[in-house]
Antibody, heavy 117, light 110 residues
Framework: EVRLVESGGDLVQPGGSLRLSCAASGFTFSPYSMNWVRQAPGKGLEWLSYIRSSSSVIYYADSVKGRFTISRDDAKNSLYLQMNSLRDEDTAVYYC??????????WGPGTTVTVSS | QSALTQPPSASGSPGQSVTISCTGTSSDVGGYNYVSWYQQHPGKAPKLLIYEVTKRPSGVPDRFSGSKSGNTASLTVSGLQGEDEADYYCYSYAASNTLVFGGGTQLTVL
């Protein structure tokens, strides 16, 4: 079964850092591009970051550029999102999603990040 | 990186068809054939319905179809069923190496 599972979500204070992980299973991870997407409470989906196979190309949304860093470890079938300088407005459910022709064909269940003092 | 424009809500009766629009610019929807559509039920992760404007992944019913004209993409749901009641999002590749979602449309089956 093709599967993605996020972890690492937590309650963190403004200005703090958090590292999210996404474990992939059921498919060969390395050839696929991967993405992070978030959804604030009661709001729509927001694309955050894209990483191509071999980490050859990386894109970020303006809202997280310079604060968030996407990375992958193909040996561990894992995707990561390092989040620094967190703000209240970063509170959301964070999803990892597999990329296919600039669509998102497999999604994890999400992990919740709450930024609050 | 402005969000693509979708109507906030849409509705239809069982068996009817409903079309949801997604309007962008020549730098995103109009410039590339990388528009996809997602269905999200409350508390669940989104699910891919349509990719590359018109293509359906295996397992997605053919009641769901996609199209594009100029800077506007559309998702049509035919033969509406109660289980189709959900939020729907469009998504597109955009110039300057970004990707962007629409604001989402809440579909109600009357």
């Amino acid at each position: 079964e093709v599967r993605l599972v996020e972890s690492g979500g937590d309650l963190v204070q403004p200005g703090g850092s958090l590292r999210l992980s996404c474990a992939a299973s059921g498919f060969t991870f390395s050839p696929y591009s991967m993405n992070w997407v978030r959804q604030a409470p009661g709001k729509g989906l927001e694309w955050l970051s894209y990483i191509r196979s071999s980490s050859s190309v990386i894109y970020y949304a303006d809202s997280v550029k310079g604060r968030f860093t996407i990375s992958r470890d193909d040996a561990k079938n894992s995707l990561y999102l390092q989040m620094n300088s967190l703000r209240d407005e970063d509170t959301a459910v964070y999803y990892c999603a597999r990329g296919y022709q600039y669509s998102l064909d497999v999604w994890g269940p999400g992990t919740t990040v709450t930024v609050s003092s | 990186q402005s969000a693509l424009t979708q109507p906030p809500s849409a509705s239809g009766s069982p068996g009817q068809s409903v079309t949801i629009s997604c309007t962008g610019t020549s730098s995103d929807v109009g410039g590339y054939n990388y528009v996809s559509w997602y269905q999200q039920h409350p508390g669940k992760a989104p699910k891919l319905l349509i990719y590359e404007v018109t293509k359906r992944p295996s397992g997605v019913p053919d009641r769901f179809s996609g199209s594009k004209s100029g800077n506007t993409a559309s998702l049509t749901v035919s033969g509406l069923q109660g289980e189709d009641e959900a939020d729907y999002y469009c998504y597109s590749y955009a110039a300057s190496n970004t990707l962007v979602f629409g604001g989402g449309t809440q579909l109600t089956v009357l």
